[in-house]
């Protein structure tokens, strides 16, 4: 999840503020070629794995009967989901649609084409980057909660006093 987030906020906060600032077939060229490279079987992992596991810990919280941790844990998926939902109703057909516009050098209004693209990437992108590290952040605070409530659930040790 934290892998997630972190790729997120890399393209809010400096891939497209980057991208924005150079030219419309730059940044066109450059988009086409990102979107092709993403698609890898390492962001696959990254991107879908980390709901899996969610859920995974989600069950075994419930299982271990903490509450607390599991509610934590449903936040975390929750806001995920919506990750996903804005990437696959939004970022998707956007990233389809700029690549089916064809090369660069041969788009006829590339200033519409990177205008139709630029703005509602963006304003989801920092959607889905916020949704997805605040998701981390759930799940980083039901590590914390299960970190203190499964120590205390341990049973005592017995307690050797040595002579010196």
Known sequence: MGLSAGLLC???????PGLTA???????????QTIDKIENPAFFVIF????VLAAVAFF???????TKTAVWILAGLALYTLTLVVTFTVHVPLNYELKEAGDPARIENLAAVRD???SPWIAWDIVRTLAATAA???LTWALVLRGCTGRAEQPQRAR???RG
């Open 22 to 32: 150079a030219d419309d077939r730059t940044l066109v060229d450059a988009m086409q």
């Open 116 to 118: 139709d693209f630029v």
């Open 136 to 138: 981390f952040g759930s």
């Open 10 to 16: 890399a393209f809010t906060i400096a891939v497209m």
């Open 48 to 51: 879908f794995g980390a709901p």
């Open 160 to 162: 050797r006093h040595v």
């Open 60 to 66: 075994q919280a419930r299982r271990a009967g903490s």
